[in-house]
């Protein structure tokens, strides 16, 4: 999902990312190559946050243990989801990115003229703090706790399966199946729970293959952070087809843009609002290749 929307949003953007950043973490590859790879490892501060949520939701709930009590499952929950704040928050300090640019980078950070994002501790400690304490407070969280250890089904994050050999990731919280019926949690992007159906689909594919268990009886659980909402969705057999067709679709149009860079087409950005929040701008900035274009 990520891939296409950053493909429809700007193909420049989409290169940087998925081409020309490859490579950049080896000690051989050219400046421009590591820069690269450096800007696409950036996260929004949102992101981040959303991040270390989903590890502690997953270290809480899917790796197996029983909780003697809800306000263990909960304490763990917090431990984790704090410890993960004060670590990565230690290494954007350090600039810890410079030497592994995999480590914390926050856009707001990086990308602060004024310096005054250092400041921000506390705001982004408390925007965790208030995610957590309304997730705890969901019913939800007791229903989690009370889910026996053997009916988590374990994730990889980013998980993936294929569409007609098209690899397909995404990136849910949470999976579990109890007797005959299967769940699966997903980030939504919205107060209201809205989710393109393509999302929910692609959750649906995911689940049944972690499942076995027919659409009819699965549900996706639409969570955002902060919101005492969980939004239920059923999937539906023709929206899964459809989203087959969309994914198809979406891969032969990579796939040719791909074939044209390969054949010498020359590919410039395309200045859109997206622009002020593209972890790339940094090189776009005062490049003709924003205009003239890149090969
Ligand atoms: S800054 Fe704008 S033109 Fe450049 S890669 Fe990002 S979105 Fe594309």
Not at 55 to 69: E, I, K, L, M, S
Not at 227 to 243: A, M, T, Y
Request: aromatic share 12%.
């Amino acid at each position: 999902m990520h891939r296409d929307l950053l493909f429809n949003s700007c193909h420049l953007a989409y290169l940087f990312n998925y081409h020309l950043a490859r490579g950049g973490q080896l000690p051989y590859s050219s400046d421009r190559c590591r820069l690269l790879y450096r800007l696409k490892h950036i996260r929004t501060a949102d992101s981040w946050l959303r991040g270390i949520f989903a590890d502690a939701v997953r270290h809480t709930f899917n790796c197996g243990q029983n909780y003697a009590t809800c306000n263990a499952a909960k304490e763990v929950l917090q431990r984790h989801a704090l410890e993960l704040f004060r670590r990565n928050w230690h290494e954007c300090m350090l600039d810890e990115w410079r030497k592994d640019p995999k480590s914390t980078n926050i856009f707001e950070i990086y990308y602060d003229q004024d310096n005054v994002s250092k400041t921000l501790f506390a705001e982004w400690l408390a925007v965790l703090e208030d995610w957590l304490k309304s997730f705890t407070a969901n019913s939800l969280f007791d229903k989690l706790w009370q889910l026996d250890s053997l009916k988590w089904r374990p994730l990889d994050t980013p998980a993936s399966f294929d569409i007609d050999g098209i690899r397909v990731w995404i990136n849910p919280l949470l999976a579990w199946r109890d007797h005959d019926y299967g769940a699966i949690m997903i980030f939504s992007h919205s107060q209201c729970g809205d989710l393109s159906q393509i999302e929910v689909s692609l959750a649906s594919m995911l689940l049944s293959q972690k499942t076995y268990l027919d659409i009819e009886k699965q549900e996706i659980m639409l969570y955002m952070p902060g919101n005492d909402d969980i939004f239920v969705r059923h999937p539906v057999r023709q929206e899964l087809k459809q989203c087959k067709m969309m994914i198809r679709e979406s891969s032969g149009n990579m796939r040719e843009f791909e074939h044209n860079i390969v054949r010498g087409m020359a590919v410039s950005g395309q200045r859109t609002t997206a622009c002020e929040s593209c972890r790339f701008i940094e090189l776009c900035r005062g490049n003709d290749f924003f205009h003239n274009g890149l090969q």
